[in-house]
């Protein structure tokens, strides 16, 4: 059975001439017995809810997943697609892509990313079970990684969490082959990696990870313990190939036609390329059976369940009902109110209306609840003896918190939202890539968005992050002006089901800015006319979040100087640039433009145009009050009437 | 003596209304004994090269920084600039920032970074006594850290990475207070650091932090150890204050005066805010002198080496004399050969001229050596045994990779360049991001920089990295079209003195494309003409790297329809931004632009106009052999044809 792991592998990566056979040659007997003995997920149904999760963090194996999928009988994983690896269109992307086939859990490829989604899957099963108990929700995640997942930073945060939490559910098969793409890892790391677990809270091993039975044994235990488990199965890259076991070379190459026939030699594997013999195929298939038997037993219980509407809309992740009505009520209210709060602030406001109407939602910030404001009203902590709680500290760990989130969200029946301050998105940025190329909903609380912290100074104030963000593909950075838009940002993040939301909010007080009828969310075309001119527009004013305001104080100085400007919010540029031209060519106007915002300009040429002019930060910021920072450089709204007279000729 | 740290923190914060008064207070104890007997800087000459490195990891304690040293007497840190700690102008930073003030060796605030750097400190002090021996190099590095730097991911592959490198002359001391700025650390960590050190190869105390003596003694047994040591001092933070010591509430506001009272009293403090009794500023000063003897012993042993000179000349990282003649004769070979390589591989043939040039040169890779191609002929590995050579093997770590070159470049004696894909630019965020901030000449060499790295897949294309590295101030992105601009944007990145350098570079083949005369460094504006027209301009071509092939091809296509198109390369659009008008108007001409490059338009704007096209990427990638890529996302000559002649209305 493990052979035909290893004989697809590196008959599919010959085929494609690109590749890695030697992770899946070397973990196809730990692979074979975790399929066959602990992983229950049946291909006939691939979203069961109640499924174990699998995670292959060192992704680059793809081929184990996809063989694995395959043998296991999933219908879309046919032989020929495996015949396809790695072209395009094929569902056997050079790493595992979420969506591309069935039963992919996460997209990997990023080290470190798997491990530390699966610790989000493995709370997300221990939040879930606390709230519909055992019969519904009962399963373990394992996650398969390697040396560099172990060696990348993030699994520190991972491990030093899951430990915490005491995820006794979540069991990680580490590759311990000895071998990374420079050759031995000696020539990198010294640690003891059992050592490294226990001391943070972790049952660690260390096996034979070619004895089936230690293998087994090892499982066994751990689905037993009251902690996490780290199984450092020793392995040999590339096992089979007389040639290139053992070796670097391994790894990251095809092993070449006369390799691959003398490695059929040496594992006595008489089939052809893609040929399988029909009793490997049968007992493979065996587990599959096994395993829908399983699922018909969950189905029997979520039939009979009290609670079976409850569970599904909760694992659907489905708003309520109400929820629309509820958001324009309280935009409304806060019309009336017309608060005068740090976004932050206001953000804290909205979350408790979302909050108490959802349990969806599940908070947490790394470090930072109080200047974040992301806890609301009885919300208590998620604690090891506490998976009811609803928000979670995620320590001073940003990457983690995302890729917690990334997992949370692909469990399914939250809606992870998590927080710390804007400039730190450099530490999470690779799982917030993440959360936008899988198309996940989850939501970033990002504070403190510019030179507006003040004090803290430049290593705390976010210049480019901004640009950073709005470049990615697939998220939508929302910066409200006011505590209105804020709202409304808060309703569009969890509207949209297929894409992460940035919120980036003040430190500093705010007041509220939009005037008149409140009935519609603005917001959701992500920029509009806030204040139009008297008159012919003779300068169109563009802001977003805390600068919103120094534009309508210009607007305001340049109609006293008879300058009709017309000022536009634009709390989300990526929506606003979805919009037909039509809407895009009304609100932006033909009149001469200046976009007012406290981050670098890169990117903000599209908005401006040729003629245009851009005020804002052109390089680091510094340590001082923020409304001295703002008079040093030049955000003001004197600035602005200066450069409108400037572009009209006035 | 530690009473003195501790008021002088306090009354900042206060007098500021802003600040971190917990951690000095907590940790003044420690930070005595360490600058009273161990620490040996001379305020009299902060950057003597032999002086020991003191790192303030968790660098929002940044009033301890600052306390001591006005108490050891630096010149620029005088009382006035204590008491405007945090305002505008002042040396007294918010967090501490490399070069505002006089012995501040690097600038921390983002957690993480500064023990990270420290490894680096550490190393360059082995490296260098590898060098030039005891005589010249002989000095410890002290870090001291809170929970949060020992939280963040990066801290792991900077604990990791010491601990295989046995560097033994590292000795961090860790905050152990117990709090974090949400509460209790119990929150959220379980890890026993003390166990956790050992398993990554660390001598690991934990003593009474308020225990003088046992700080002497750790420290005192910490010097004798072959490995690296982590002291953890059980402190409490804010120390002295009645009503707030052992609580977050200290961590990050001022304690308010009528604390402060109190606190003195509880303290026996009995002088004014600001004032210091004359016994202690001497005691702290005959710190200074004693030091100060230290390092005239050590001039005397510099002034007598027959390596002197040569030690100078390594200290200043000066490049040879004859290093511009070595670079332009290089161009002109080849400008003879033609060669079609990847700019991966035309970069390693660029550092095996550079590297035989100079020994400055520090070499590594985040464990793609064989891929991002940074290993030249004769480089060995530094390791534990062998610090004399000149390649890191960093391991599957970018960011500590990232901030241990950030600690090499601060030390002096070494230009570290690093190497790994342009994707995972994403994980050193952070430290590249204070690369910049601290304008040091780091050099990341970032290869598969577009989809043109094929069948991988979109977990390994960047898309918005090339904006995401442009948006950052002071940061120089090159993206070289053949070998020729290779070599010149190496030269430009060594040369460069004040800044980072990316180097995106392809892993496809690319043709040499720059034409005629190689005399001048053309790479040096950033932009230039490639390719005039012939005739007047009908439309001109804005290309990078591989992309700027297809240009070329598009304008000889053009060509034969009669439409006259100019091919502008642009291998550095930051320099090129930094030109004056007249040269960028001149390259970029009147007639339509249209710009072509693998990534994501943001920012391009800038360039083309408002009648400009974008050819690049609109979206992820996907995994597939590079040139099926290249035309599934209509990145080729003809889509820039269609595009020109659309523009040009022919």
């Known amino acids: 059975m493990a052979n035909a792991i290893r004989a697809l592998a590196m008959d599919a990566v010959q085929t494609a001439n690109s590749g890695h056979p030697g992770m899946p040659m070397g973990l196809a007997d730990v692979a074979t017995v975790l399929f066959e003995d602990f992983v229950h997920v049946d291909p006939a149904d691939p979203s069961w809810p109640d499924r174990d999760r699998f995670v292959l963090s060192n992704g680059h194996g793809s081929m184990l997943l996809y063989a694995v999928h395959h043998l296991l009988g999933y219908s879309d994983m046919t032989l020929d697609q495996l015949k396809h690896f790695r072209q395009l269109g094929a569902k056997t992307a050079g790493h595992p892509e979420y969506g591309h086939a069935l039963g992919i859990e996460t997209t990997t490829g990023p080290l470190g990313q798997g491990i530390t989604n699966a610790v989000g899957f493995a709370l997300a099963e221990r939040m879930l079970n606390a709230r519909f108990g055992d019969d519904l929700v009962d399963h373990y995640t394992y996650a398969i990684c390697g040396d560099g997942c172990l060696m990348e930073g993030i699994s520190h945060e991972a491990i030093d969490l899951a430990g915490h939490l005491k995820l006794n559910k979540l069991i990680v098969l580490f590759d311990d082959n000895g071998i990374s793409i420079d050759g031995k890892t000696s020539l990198s790391t010294s640690t003891d990696q059992v050592a490294r677990f226990k001391a943070s809270g972790w049952n660690a091993v260390s096996i034979d990870g070619h004895d089936a039975a230690a293998v087994r044994k090892a499982l066994t235990e751990a689905k037993r313990s009251d902690k996490p488990t780290m ?60 395993n829908a038997e399983r699922r018909a037993e969950w189905e029997k219980r979520h039939d009979a369940s009290p609670r079976r509407a409850e569970f599904d809309a909760a694992v659907s992740t489905a708003l309520p009902a109400d929820f629309a009505a509820t958001m324009a009520a309280y935009r409304e209210k806060l019309s009336q109110e017309q608060p005068k709060l740090a976004t932050r602030k206001s953000s804290e406001a909205t979350l408790e209306v979302i909050n108490a109407l959802t349990e969806l939602t599940i908070g947490g910030s790394a470090d930072l609840t109080h200047s974040v404001f992301t806890v609301t009203k009885g919300m208590t902590s998620v604690q090891a003896d506490n998976y009811g709680g609803r928000y979670i500290h995620y320590g001073i760990r940003e990457h983690a918190m995302a890729a917690v989130m990334n997992g949370l969200a692909l469990h399914g029946g939250f809606i992870p939202y998590g927080g710390t301050f804007l400039v730190f998105s450099d530490y999470m940025r690779g799982a917030m890539r993440l959360s936008a190329l899988m198309g996940l909903r989850v939501i970033y609380v990002l504070t403190h968005d510019s030179i507006g912290l003040g004090e803290d100074g430049p290593t705390h104030q976010p210049i480019e992050h901004l640009a950073m963000l709005r470049a990615t593909p697939n998220l939508n950075v929302f910066r409200p002006a006011d505590a209105i838009e804020t709202a409304e940002a808060w309703e569009i993040a969890l509207e949209t089901t297929n894409r992460p939301t940035v919120l980036s909010l003040s430190r500093q007080n705010l007041p509220t800015v939009r005037a008149g009828d409140v009935a519609e969310n603005r917001s959701r075309k992500g920029a509009y006319v806030l204040r139009e001119a008297q008159g012919e527009r003779a300068v169109t004013l563009i802001a977003t979040g805390s600068e919103v305001e120094v534009a309508l104080n210009a607007a305001e100085a340049l109609k006293a100087e008879g300058i009709a400007a017309a000022v536009v919010s634009a709390p989300c540029l990526d929506i606003f640039a979805e919009q037909d031209a039509a809407y895009r060519q009304q609100v932006l106007g033909t009149a001469p433009r200046i976009a007012i915002e406290a981050a670098i300009g890169f990117g903000w040429d599209r908005w401006i145009g040729d003629n245009g002019r851009f005020i804002g930060m052109h390089g680091f910021g510094a340590s001082a009050p923020a409304p001295q920072l703002y008079e040093k450089f030049g955000i003001t709204s004197q600035a602005v009437v200066a450069a409108a007279k400037e572009l009209t000729g006035r």
């Open 231 to 290: 199984i450092a199965c020793r392995t040999i890259i590339g096992y089979g190939s007389p040639k290139l076991a053992g070796s670097e070379k391994s790894h990251g190459a095809p092993l070449g036609g006369d390799e691959i026939t003398a490695t059929r030699k040496a594992l006595g594997w008489t089939s052809e390329a893609f040929v399988l013999p029909d009793e490997v195929v049968s007992r493979w298939r065996a587990i599959s059976t096994k």
